[in-house]
C-alpha cells in the first residue's frame, strides 16, 4: 500500500506511523506521507468503483494498510446541480456538495471515521477531541457504535441542539468555561499526559485525511472531472487544504486530468483570521477572539492558516468574509432556492459565493462547487424571527383573509 | 520571584524529562525563555528563529495566548504560569 511515514511540513523530518502530530525539530504539523507511484488510473478506478458506498472506497489514498471496517461510516453525500441558486447570483453553473447528509449531519463523519479507525488500529481504549460542536457529535456517535470509551471537550456557551445531539450518545461530555481556543489549549496540554486518541490533537495527521473524500467524491460525481472553483469555509482551514491535496492526488495519479481549482476560503468577519491575513498580504494569521453566530467556524488560532492563504493565492481564488446578516441571508438564500438548510457554517460559505458574484469573479462557463459542511437544524437559532406564520383560526374564511389570498369563487 | 513553565511533551527530551520547571529573577516572557535556553541546550532551536519564536510554537501566561498581550515582551509575576504548547492542534 501507499502509505509511508509521517513527514513535518515544514522541514521534511519523517517519523513513524504513530499517534504524533508534531516535528520534533521545528514544531511544524505532520502529514501522512504517501507514495502512490505503485498506483495506476485504471486498476484503481476500477477498485473505487467497485468499492463500499462509504469514504473506505477511496482507501488507496487513506492511511490504513488495508480497508478498515468501521461500524459506522460516512460520505458519499449527494452533490446537487442548484441551477436556481446560480440564476439567482447570475452565474453559469453551480453545484453544492451536502455533507449535512453525513450520519451525524456535519463533515466531521469523514474525519472522525479515519481518525477513530486509527485509534483502534493504535490499540487506544478511550478518544477524545476539542469541538464546537461537529466534531461533538462525530466523536460521540462514531465512538458509541466502536465500543470506545470518549471524552468530549466544548466550550460551555454552545448552542444547544449541539449539547443534546452529543450527550445522547453517552459519551462523558465536558464544558469548559471559555472559548474553542481555550479548549482546545486544554486538550493539548491533556494529550501530553493521557494515553487517549484525541482525533483532532495526536490523531490529527489521520484525521486530517479524512477531508480528502470530499474532493474525491466531487470528482468521481462530476464524471472522474475537476470543478473549476471550490468555494468552502476556513475554521482550522484544514478542510479547504486537504480539499485542495485530494485534487492534487488524483491529478498525479492519473485519475483526473486539468489543473487544480480555483479555491476561495469563506470565514465569518467576528472570526476572520485568515481572511484578515489574505486582505493585508500576510503569510501568517494573527489570533483574534472570535465573535460570531458562526460557532462551528469560530477559531481564532488557525493551525493551517498560513495553508491555506497559500492555496487561496496560488490557485487564483481568494479569503472573504462575510457579517452575521449576510450568514443569515445566506442560509435563507441557499434553503429558498435548493431545498437545503444548512447550518451558519453554510451560510458563510453560501454568503461568499454570493459576494464573489456580485463582484463579477467568477467567469460564466465556470463550474463552481459549494461545499456545505453542516445541517440547518443544529442552529435553529439564526433563523429564528427570519419569518411571519400565517396564523388562522380553523375555519376557511379565517384562512382566506388572514392570508390575504380571497375567499374561493 | 519564581515563574512556573510548563514544559510540553514534544520538548522534555531537552529538558531530560521535566514537564515543569521555575525561572527565577525574570520580569518578561523573553527573559523566562532566556533562562530556559541558557539551562536547556538545544532548546532556543527548537523553538526559536530569528529573535522570535517558531511560528507553530504557542506561548501563554495564566492560560492567555501572549500574542495577545505584548508577545515577548508580556510582564510577569512571581507565581505567574508560563505554558508553551505546540500551535498544530485544532480542527474542530
Given at each position: 500500500?501507499a502509505?509511508?511515514?509521517?513527514?513535518?511540513?515544514?522541514c521534511?523530518?519523517?517519523?513513524?506511523?504513530?499517534?504524533?502530530?508534531?516535528?520534533?525539530d521545528c514544531?511544524?504539523?505532520?502529514?501522512?506521507?504517501?507514495d502512490f507511484?505503485?498506483?495506476d488510473a485504471?486498476?484503481?478506478?476500477?477498485?473505487i468503483q467497485a468499492g463500499?458506498q462509504?469514504?473506505?472506497?477511496?482507501?488507496?489514498?487513506?492511511?490504513?494498510?488495508s480497508q478498515?471496517?468501521t461500524?459506522?461510516?460516512?460520505?458519499?453525500?449527494?452533490?446537487?446541480r442548484?441551477?436556481?441558486l446560480?440564476e439567482?447570483?447570475g452565474?453559469?453553473e453551480v453545484?453544492v456538495k451536502?455533507?449535512?447528509?453525513?450520519p451525524?449531519?456535519?463533515?466531521?463523519?469523514?474525519v472522525?471515521?479515519?481518525?477513530?479507525?486509527?485509534a483502534?488500529?493504535l490499540?487506544?481504549?478511550?478518544?477524545?477531541?476539542?469541538?464546537t460542536?461537529n466534531?461533538?457529535?462525530?466523536?460521540?456517535?462514531?465512538?458509541?457504535?466502536?465500543g470506545?470509551?470518549?471524552?468530549?471537550f466544548?466550550?460551555?456557551?454552545?448552542?444547544?441542539?449541539?449539547i443534546?445531539?452529543?450527550g445522547?450518545?453517552g459519551t462523558?461530555?465536558v464544558?469548559v468555561?471559555?472559548?474553542?481556543d481555550d479548549v482546545?489549549r486544554l486538550c493539548?496540554?491533556l494529550a501530553?499526559?493521557?494515553?487517549w486518541?484525541?482525533?483532532?490533537v495526536?490523531?490529527r495527521?489521520?484525521?486530517?485525511?479524512?477531508?480528502?473524500t470530499?474532493?474525491?467524491?466531487?470528482?468521481e460525481?462530476l464524471?472522474?472531472?475537476l470543478?473549476?472553483?471550490i468555494v468552502?469555509?476556513?475554521?482550522s482551514?484544514?478542510?479547504?487544504?486537504?480539499?485542495a491535496r485530494?485534487?492534487?492526488?488524483?491529478?498525479?495519479?492519473g485519475?483526473?486530468?486539468?489543473?487544480l481549482?480555483?479555491?476561495?476560503?469563506?470565514q465569518a468577519e467576528g472570526?476572520?483570521?485568515?481572511a484578515q491575513a489574505?486582505?493585508?498580504?500576510?503569510d501568517?494569521?494573527s489570533p483574534?477572539?472570535p465573535?460570531?453566530?458562526?460557532k462551528s467556524?469560530?477559531i481564532?488560532?488557525?493551525a493551517?492558516?498560513p495553508?491555506?492563504?497559500?492555496?487561496?493565492?496560488?490557485?487564483?481564488?481568494?479569503i472573504?468574509?462575510?457579517?452575521?446578516?449576510?450568514?443569515?441571508?445566506?442560509i435563507?438564500?441557499?434553503a429558498?432556492?435548493?431545498?437545503?438548510?444548512?447550518?451558519?457554517?453554510?451560510g458563510?460559505?453560501?454568503a461568499?459565493?454570493?459576494?464573489?458574484?456580485?463582484?463579477g469573479?467568477?467567469?460564466?462557463?465556470e463550474?463552481?462547487v459549494?461545499?456545505?459542511?453542516?445541517e440547518?437544524?443544529?442552529?435553529?437559532d439564526?433563523?429564528?424571527g427570519?419569518?411571519e406564520?400565517?396564523?388562522v383560526?380553523?375555519?376557511?374564511?379565517?384562512?382566506?383573509?388572514?392570508?390575504g389570498v380571497?375567499?374561493?369563487? | 520571584?519564581?515563574v512556573t513553565?510548563k514544559?510540553?511533551?514534544?520538548?522534555r527530551?531537552?529538558t531530560?524529562?521535566?514537564?515543569e520547571?521555575a525561572?527565577?529573577?525574570?520580569?518578561t516572557?523573553?527573559?523566562v525563555l532566556?533562562?530556559?535556553?541558557?539551562?536547556?541546550d538545544g532548546l532556543?532551536?527548537r523553538?526559536?528563529?530569528d529573535g522570535?519564536?517558531r511560528?507553530f510554537?504557542?506561548?501563554y501566561?495564566?492560560?492567555?495566548?501572549?500574542?495577545?498581550l505584548?508577545?515577548l515582551d508580556?510582564?510577569?509575576?512571581d507565581?505567574?504560569?508560563?505554558?508553551?504548547l505546540?500551535?498544530?492542534?485544532?480542527?474542530?
Open positions: 500500500m502509505i509511508e511515514a509521517l513527514k513535518c511540513k515544514e521534511g523530518t519523517t517519523y513513524p506511523l504513530e499517534a504524533r502530530y508534531v516535528c520534533e514544531f511544524g504539523p505532520l502529514e501522512v506521507a504517501y507511484s505503485g498506483l485504471e486498476s484503481t478506478r476500477r477498485r463500499p462509504s469514504i473506505w472506497r477511496y482507501s488507496d489514498f487513506l492511511p490504513f494498510d478498515p471496517r461500524a459506522l461510516a460516512a460520505g458519499i453525500t449527494p452533490l446537487v442548484a441551477d436556481r446560480a439567482r447570483l452565474v453559469g453545484w451536502n455533507d449535512a447528509a453525513n451525524t449531519h456535519s463533515f466531521k463523519d469523514r472522525v471515521t479515519v481518525a477513530l479507525a486509527k483502534q488500529e490499540g487506544f481504549q478511550v478518544v477524545a477531541c476539542a469541538s460542536g466534531l461533538a457529535n462525530a466523536v460521540a456517535a462514531h465512538a458509541a457504535a466502536a470506545l470509551e470518549s471524552y468530549v466544548v466550550p460551555a456557551d454552545l448552542e444547544e441542539q449541539k443534546l445531539a452529543t445522547v450518545y462523558n461530555l464544558a468555561n471559555g472559548n474553542y482546545n493539548t496540554e501530553g499526559e493521557r494515553e486518541g484525541f482525533v483532532n495526536n490523531l495527521p489521520y484525521y486530517a485525511e479524512g477531508s480528502k470530499v474532493a474525491f467524491e466531487i470528482a460525481q464524471g472522474w472531472e470543478p473549476d472553483r468552502a469555509p476556513i475554521a482551514g484544514s478542510l479547504i487544504t486537504k480539499i485530494g485534487f492534487e492526488e488524483w491529478l498525479e495519479v485519475l483526473v486530468e486539468g489543473q481549482p480555483k479555491f476561495n476560503g469563506a472570526c476572520s483570521p485568515v489574505y486582505e493585508a498580504g500576510r501568517f494569521c483574534v477572539k465573535q460570531t453566530i458562526a467556524l469560530a481564532g488560532n488557525p493551517d492558516g495553508y491555506a492563504l497559500d492555496l487561496a493565492r496560488r490557485t487564483d481564488g481568494g472573504d468574509a462575510v457579517t452575521d446578516d449576510e450568514i443569515r441571508a445566506g435563507k438564500l441557499l429558498e432556492t435548493t431545498g437545503i438548510f444548512t447550518e451558519t457554517a453554510g458563510v460559505t453560501t461568499t459565493l454570493a459576494k464573489l458574484a456580485a463582484r469573479e467568477i467567469g460564466p462557463d463550474r463552481v459549494l461545499v456545505i459542511t453542516g440547518g437544524l443544529k442552529t435553529l439564526a433563523v429564528r427570519s419569518f406564520t400565517i396564523d383560526e380553523p375555519t376557511t374564511e379565517s384562512f382566506a383573509s388572514a392570508a380571497g375567499a374561493v369563487a | 520571584m519564581s513553565v514544559i510540553p511533551t514534544q520538548l527530551s531537552v531530560g524529562g521535566e514537564s520547571t525561572v527565577e529573577e525574570a520580569t516572557v523573553g527573559e532566556d533562562g530556559l535556553y541558557d539551562r536547556f532556543r532551536d523553538i526559536a528563529e522570535g519564536l511560528r510554537v504557542n506561548v501566561v495564566g492560560g492567555e495566548d501572549i500574542r495577545f505584548d508577545g508580556t510582564a510577569v509575576d507565581g505567574d504560569e508560563v505554558t508553551i505546540p500551535a498544530v492542534a485544532g480542527g474542530q
